[in-house]
T-cell receptor
Framework: TQLLEQSPQFLSIQEGENLTVYCNSS?????LQWYRQEPGEGPVLLVT?????EVKKLKRLTFQFGDARKDSSLHITAAQPGDTGLYLC??????????FGTGTSLTVIP | GAVVSQHPSRVICKSGTSVKIECRSL??????MFWYRQFPKQSLMLMAT?????????EQGVEKDKFLINHASLTLSTLTVTSAHPEDSSFYIC????????????FGPGTRLTVT
């Protein structure tokens, strides 16, 4: 059972467009992380959110943790080809268990 | 900080042989290490969790006798794929967590295993 569902699964957009990736669950998490992974490499941590309703910004990326700490979103403004990659959310519960989302493969076309 | 290395980055082996993959935390002590398997454009599938000095906890469906995990020190964990078969070909990624830093996992660069 996949606890964290990401949508969309695949996304192909033109350079300069905006996009949002969603990470949803019926479970509550004590913290949630977003990672970006390029082909043939390991995931790289982008951000950790821990408070319900928290919003964090990382340059053109905006991350939000849902009020109930069950969901999260990643918004990218003015996407660039360098943003291409697999985006993964991951949630940790109070029992120290860690669950990855289903993944969103993003392609930004120049 | 929080650098994790994996060795080798790529390995090709013949069917029936065994392959060992190393995962090292370079600048912190990893109280817990995780091993994942990943297929192209898919998410990571957790195979097992290992704590230093104790037996690994395997996820359902993962054969512990086939995927041997050893976490002998706070900076090193190894995954040995025994009697490898072509269906074991995959991208294997380890991660490490420093319990003092919280829940974040720091990932190695992965190992591409091809079994011929």
């Amino acid at each position: 059972t996949q606890l964290l569902e990401q949508s969309p699964q695949f996304l192909s957009i033109q350079e300069g467009e905006n996009l949002t990736v969603y990470c949803n669950s019926s479970s509550v998490f004590s913290s949630l992380q977003w990672y970006r992974q390029e082909p043939g490499e390991g995931p790289v941590l982008l951000v950790t959110v821990v408070t319900g309703g928290e919003v964090k910004k990382l340059k053109r990326l905006t991350f939000q943790f849902g009020d109930a700490r069950k969901d999260s979103s990643l918004h990218i403004t003015a996407a660039q080809p360098g943003d291409t990659g697999l985006y993964l959310c991951a949630g940790a519960n109070t029992g120290n268990q860690f669950y990855f989302g289903t993944g969103t493969s993003l392609t930004v076309i120049p | 900080g929080a650098v994790v290395s994996q060795h080798p980055s790529r390995v090709i082996c013949k069917s029936g042989t065994s392959v060992k993959i190393e995962c090292r935390s370079l600048d912190f002590q990893a109280t817990t290490m995780f091993w994942y398997r990943q297929f192209p454009k898919q998410s990571l599938m957790l195979m097992a969790t290992s704590n230093e000095g104790s037996k690994a906890t395997y996820e359902q469906g993962v054969e512990k006798d086939k995927f041997l995990i050893n976490h002998a020190s706070l900076t090193l964990s190894t995954l040995t794929v025994t009697s490898a078969h072509p269906e074991d070909s995959s991208f294997y990624i380890c991660s490490a967590r420093d319990g003092d830093r919280g829940y974040e996992q720091y990932f190695g660069p992965g190992t591409r295993l091809t079994v011929t």
